[in-house]
């Protein structure tokens, strides 16, 4: 018998409430000798007893690293919905370090004292196998979907699934009779019983009951760990069944790894030098003997049947490389629900690398190169309007790990920034030097995308677009390679890197010179636009005329049921002082009657921390286009107005760009649109109502932004790029990525302009 | 003039968001550092965007030094009151006497329901509340050898063991607005913690709540200083004054030392979403109050 799940060792700490913090710091020792879970007896009843979920949640604040379990919770006395609640609480809060291992209840006196039920040994299984499909429905839920559950003992009624706990929580059951290894072996991870209560062969029996029903469920008996709780003495000379010396512990133990699959052990043992010799002498003896008896049982991260079930065509799963085999996501786990998608496009990827090194980054290339045929999603904050961080059925590279800022120069205000931050982060980052680096208008952006198109954002006319302020990144090529980018090496990529960045490697880190910035206003004005063209003319002459310390973004919105025509017209000023504000304002706010306004004085941090959680879970796929406009003309107003007018989109911006960014010469970036003062984005419900609208607005543009649009048509990339600077990509391509490995996101193919012609 | 002469409590009012799962305990740990009394949370196992309660305030507890910690207020009906009270006392003995019991009668039936929980009348789970008090306190007291034993008409103990006794005398807060639970405030309560919002005609409502509860303790023999009279508040710091608790410090320690005068108010739980406001409202607000009481409690 051999369940491929790596050794592990626990300790199990009565919980007296006499002395607490004498519990409370054997839990620590635990954690600092390494065991890798300390678990707790929970009796309700018991009034000499720490309750339990409040040892353990508190426990989860004395504590870094190590696993926590009830060992075993009282069904009876624990509402298993709030049960659900209270794990998945404490998963995110203790950073995924809860297990749960629940018993149907015993010690039924206690527990009628105490106001619970009285259950007959068979209710007490079905009222588990209850709760079992509760806690699962609700801890595998990660939405807000209504659920049902009509069982004898419990219910659910339409309750929030709520948010995905932090890892899977394994639950166990302490089980001995065959109904309870029969419902384990169906729906529990784990069988956790206590030796002192197994008779000789109950283990073997045990095991064949779980392995046979586990079968029948589908399931394989690997899938299902096994954990035994023990306990002994040390001794100098043999006096009994772990009553002695160090090694013969470990004789002990090792047949109940080898011959009965046990791959946890927890030592039930309130003395701090018994778990200390344990852990120093027992539990790396008896690992290192196991790891010589069973050489296939290491601890690879393996996968369930079940989960191996919902692997992708055309992806070498058994080839994905060991550095990141372990925090790889495929379709069958748990945390898929967690990366498949992005910000506004759902997705069905087949496999999601989250990286965490540059190392690692070269090894998901080299795993993508093998499968030229798949799609291939980079992604950094998951944001991505364009939606071409995900995919169906491809690959995913997850860069939000690779998340670091720092100061590299405090003189020369250059920063050093990984892709993966969050822009709202560096904003915060920056906020004590008395700095900041424009990017968007959301602090939930990654750095990434963003900084490899553009960014326009709230200082971009006085300070220019993000790229503008790059001095340097680090990135690896389509081969592989980490090749450092500037002004004076490979100058051509740093050139590209700044407006077609995706089409070129996978930028690890980007090196920015930051500026100064104080306290900024910060206004929103709601507007009359009734006469919706009038509006867009009036608020595009007010920008233009605006001093470069005014960026101000506009939202459409055309009359509904309920509510008039709306302006949203948000507005930051670089000043901090309220004349200056107030002042600069004036020109915006007399362009339309008001219906509610707000104005502050606030850092450039808090304008940018408007981002909540950095999970999403968008649904379908989204119809977003963009265009870069000169000037806001009566023509275009009018085209604008009768569009936004007829409802074919549900969201129209438009954002200043202009000022500094037009100060950099075409030629300088690849982002080569530098004379439009405008940026223009329209997100509609129905693809084809929204390009047949777009299309009257096409003619008005000269150039979009490439960030913000989702036609993958090939004429888009003529609308990206004018032809000189399309025309060096191409080359570039060619020399940088000659296989086309980067291909999802505005894809420049490889030819030269002469042969594609 | 009606202040019961309490000692003035400043604490929080979090939002027990769940994502990111840090963020409510940043908060209550800057309330910590700043030196406030009380991090409170309200309590809706229903809710999906909010943490589990107690497994927050104990995470909390945890994570802080000084602040005392308690729902604002725990939703009884989806809480098995026996279970609360041993939780309850082993928070208090872990954190060393912080933690205060703030608990409610439960209002969003359909919701509890949904979780499985079991619906109830007002009136139902107003007596429902009043039986887990009692056995709350009778577990508590864990110098009586005898069972603990309670028949009620929805909780009952029978003989449960008693104990552990909490590290100090927990107290015992009512979120209440109608005369019915009022008077059970009155009678029973140690606390009682509304919430400005929820107040049918405003601030002036608080009087004729007081005079209800007034009347429950009189009831039970017990003078009307043994229930504090707490309030959840929200408000804003801005440079001008712009209404109640919109303004600066100086006036929201003016108003509010008026509450303290005109409604007896000796605790005021801020909702709070940053540090920054915490920071003020401990360091300029609560010194600011606490001046002015004193100062006219010495009249």
Request: negative net charge; aromatic residues 8%; charged residues 20%.
């Amino acid at each position: 018998m051999n369940t491929h799940h790596a050794l592990q060792f626990g300790t199990f700490i009565t919980p007296h409430n006499r002395n607490p913090e004498a519990t409370v710091a054997l839990a620590r020792h635990s954690e600092t000798l390494g065991f890798d879970l300390v678990s707790f007896q929970d009796h309700p009843y018991q009034p000499a007893f720490l309750d339990t979920w409040t040892l353990i949640s508190w426990v989860a604040g004395q504590t870094e690293r190590i696993h926590i379990a009830s060992n075993v919770l009282n069904l009876p006395l624990r509402q298993p919905a709030v049960l659900a609640r209270s794990a998945t609480s404490l998963d995110l809060l203790s950073g995924g370090r809860v297990a749960m291992a629940l018993g149907a209840g015993a010690f039924w006196d206690g527990i009628v004292a105490m106001g619970g039920p009285q259950r007959s040994p068979a209710e007490a299984v079905t009222a588990l196998d209850e709760a079992l499909d509760i806690l699962r429905s609700m801890m595998n839920s990660g939405s807000n979907a209504g659920l049902r559950f009509e069982g004898k003992f419990y219910t659910l009624n339409g309750v929030q699934g709520g948010p995905l706990p932090a890892h899977e929580i394994p639950i166990w059951l302490g089980a001995y009779k065959p109904r309870m290894l029969r419902l384990l072996a169906q729906k529990a991870d784990g069988w956790l019983p206590s030796l002192g209560y197994l008779k000789p062969g109950d283990l073997q029996t045990g095991n064949r009951i779980i392995d046979e029903a586990a079968r029948k469920a589908g399931r394989e008996p690997g899938d299902i760990r096994r954990l035994l709780n023990i306990s002994g003495q040390f001794a100098a000379q043999r006096q009994g069944f772990l009553h002695g010396p160090s090694a013969q512990w470990v004789d002990e133990l090792l047949p109940l790894v080898v011959e009965d699959g046990i791959r946890t052990f927890i030592l039930a043992s309130d003395d701090a030098d018994t778990m200390e010799q344990f852990a120093r002498e027992v539990a790396p003896t008896l690992r290192q003997a196991a790891q010589e008896a069973l050489p296939d049982a290491v601890s690879v991260p393996r996968r369930s049947a079940t989960a191996r079930a919902k692997r992708r065509a055309g992806i070498d799963y058994d080839g994905v490389p060991a550095s990141l085999a372990e925090r790889a996501v495929e379709p069958g786990d748990f945390s898929y629900a967690r990366v498949r998608s992005n910000y506004l496009r759902g997705g069905t990827p087949g496999i999601v690398f989250r990286v965490e090194s540059v190392d690692e980054v070269a090894d998901a290339l080299a795993f993508a190169r093998r499968h030229p045929d798949l799609p291939l999603g980079i992604r950094s904050g998951g944001h991505g309007i364009s939606g071409r961080s995900t995919n169906n059925g491809g690959i995913v590279i997850d860069l939000g790990k690779l998340n670091r800022i720092d100061v590299l120069d405090k003189a020369k205000r250059l920063v050093r920034i990984e892709p993966g931050a969050r822009w709202m982060q560096v904003a915060a980052a920056l906020e004590p030097h008395g700095w900041a680096l424009s990017s968007g208008d959301y602090g939930g952006v990654g750095v990434g995308g963003l900084a490899t198109a553009g960014g326009v954002g709230w200082l971009s006319r006085q300070h220019g677009l993000t790229i503008d302020r790059l001095r340097a990144v680090e990135l690896v090529l389509a081969d592989g390679s980490l090749v450092r980018a500037d002004a004076e090496h490979n100058a051509d990529l740093f050139w590209a890197v700044r407006g077609a960045g995706g089409n070129f490697g996978i930028v690890t880190a980007f090196e920015f010179e930051v500026y100064e910035v104080g306290n900024v206003g910060w206004a929103q004005l709601i507007m009359d636009a009734s006469q919706p063209a009038d509006f867009l003319v009036k608020w595009g002459a007010a920008v233009e005329a605006a001093p470069r310390d005014v960026t101000s973004f506009m939202i459409l919105s055309p009359a509904r049921e309920t509510q008039p025509a709306i302006g949203y017209v948000m507005v930051l000023i670089n000043a901090d002082d309220a004349d200056t504000i107030v002042q600069r304002l004036q020109p915006l706010a007399n362009i339309a009657p008001m219906y509610d306004y707000s104005a502050s004085i606030m850092p450039y941090a808090a304008v940018m921390a408007n981002a909540q959680s950095s999970e999403h879970n968008a649904q379908g796929e989204p119809t977003a286009r963009s265009g870069l406009l000169k000037h806001i003309t009566p023509e275009f107003a009018a085209a604008a107005a009768r569009i936004i007018e007829s409802g074919a989109f549900y969201f129209f911006q438009i954002r200043a760009v202009g000022g500094a960014v037009a100060d950099v010469p075409p030629e300088a970036t690849a982002y080569a649109y530098r004379d439009a003062n405008f940026s223009v984005t329209a997100m509609g419900a129905n693809r084809a109502i929204t390009n047949a609208a777009w299309e009257q607005l096409y003619p008005h543009f000269e150039g979009l932004y490439i960030s913000f649009e989702t036609d993958q048509s090939p004429e888009r990339l003529a609308d990206g790029f004018p032809p000189a600077t399309l025309a060096r990509l191409r080359e570039l391509k060619l020399r940088y990525d000659p296989h086309n490995v980067f291909r999802d996101n505005f894809n420049i193919t490889p030819q030269r302009e002469k042969e594609s012609a | 003039m009606s202040d019961y002469g309490h000692e003035l409590l400043f604490g929080t009012f979090i939002t027990p968001s769940a994502q990111p799962a840090q963020q409510a305990v940043e908060l209550a740990i800057a309330a910590d550092r700043a030196g406030l009394d009380l991090a409170t949370f309200q309590d809706h196992p229903y809710q999906a965007s909010f943490h589990d309660t107690w497994t927050l305030l104990t995470y909390v507890a945890s994570r802080t030094q000084r602040i005392r910690v308690s729902g604002n207020v725990l939703n009884l009906p989806l809480r098995q009151p026996a279970v609360l009270a041993r939780a309850a006392a082993s928070l208090d003995l872990l954190s060393g006497g912080r933690f205060e019991m703030g608990l409610g009668a439960g209002g969003f039936w359909d919701a509890i329901e949904a979780m499985g929980g079991r619906r109830l009348t007002a009136g139902q789970s107003i007596q429902a509340l009043e039986e887990a008090i009692d056995i709350m306190r009778l577990l508590w007291n864990a110098e009586e050898r005898s069972g603990a034993r309670l028949d009620g008409k929805f909780y009952q103990v029978r003989g449960a063991r008693r104990g552990p006794a909490p590290a100090h005398k927990i107290e015992t807060w009512l979120g209440a607005y109608k005369p019915k639970i009022l008077d059970l405030a009155g009678r029973k309560a140690d606390g009682w913690v509304p919430t400005v919002a929820y107040l049918e005609n405003g601030l002036p409502s608080l009087a004729e709540m007081n005079a209800h509860i007034d009347a429950g303790a009189e009831k039970a023999g017990r003078p009307a200083t043994s229930v504090r009279r707490m309030l959840n508040i929200n408000g804003q710091f801005t440079s001008n004054s712009n209404g109640f608790l919109i303004g600066p410090p100086q006036q929201w320690a003016e108003q509010l030392a008026e509450l303290t005068f005109t409604y007896g108010i000796s605790a005021f739980l801020l909702a709070v979403a940053d540090s920054a406001t915490i920071e003020l409202y401990a360091k300029e607000v609560a010194p600011a109050t606490r001046e002015l009481v004193a100062a006219e409690r010495q009249r």
